[in-house]
């Protein structure tokens, strides 16, 4: 089963800027996932088979999801306390998610 791997998570003070990278997967459907402490996992932003994306409404305008053959992106800017959490992706569709990586930890402070 294909192992993902993301990387590129860290610490960073409010208004910073990370980006973050997931081996591909060989899905068109791909997205980031975030788990706030305390929280359940939640779809951030996705990406399609024509290109087309789709971002949660807290993070459109500051984020940006992008991938080239090998890697999925997402760009982060403006970071907020609230974006604080585990990154983790994975298919877009819950019935065809693989096994979740271990995720990479970002952490914004005030």
């Known amino acids: 089963q294909v192992q993902l791997a993301e990387s590129g998570g860290g610490s960073v003070q409010a208004g910073g800027s990370l980006r973050l990278s997931c081996a591909a997967s060989?899905?068109?459907?791909e997205g980031w996932y975030r788990q706030a402490p305390g929280k359940q996992r939640e779809l951030v932003a996705g990406?399609?088979?024509?290109?087309g994306t789709q971002y949660a409404g807290s993070v459109r305008g500051r984020f940006t999801i992008s991938r080239d053959r090998n890697t999925m992106y997402l760009h982060m800017t403006d970071l907020k306390v609230e974006d604080t959490g585990i990154y983790y992706c994975?298919?877009?569709?819950?019935?065809?998610?693989?096994?979740w990586g271990q995720g990479t930890q970002v952490t914004v402070s005030s």
């Open positions: 994975n298919n877009l569709d819950f019935r065809k998610w693989r096994s």
């Open positions: 990406i399609h088979g024509g290109g």
């Open positions: 060989g899905s068109m459907f």
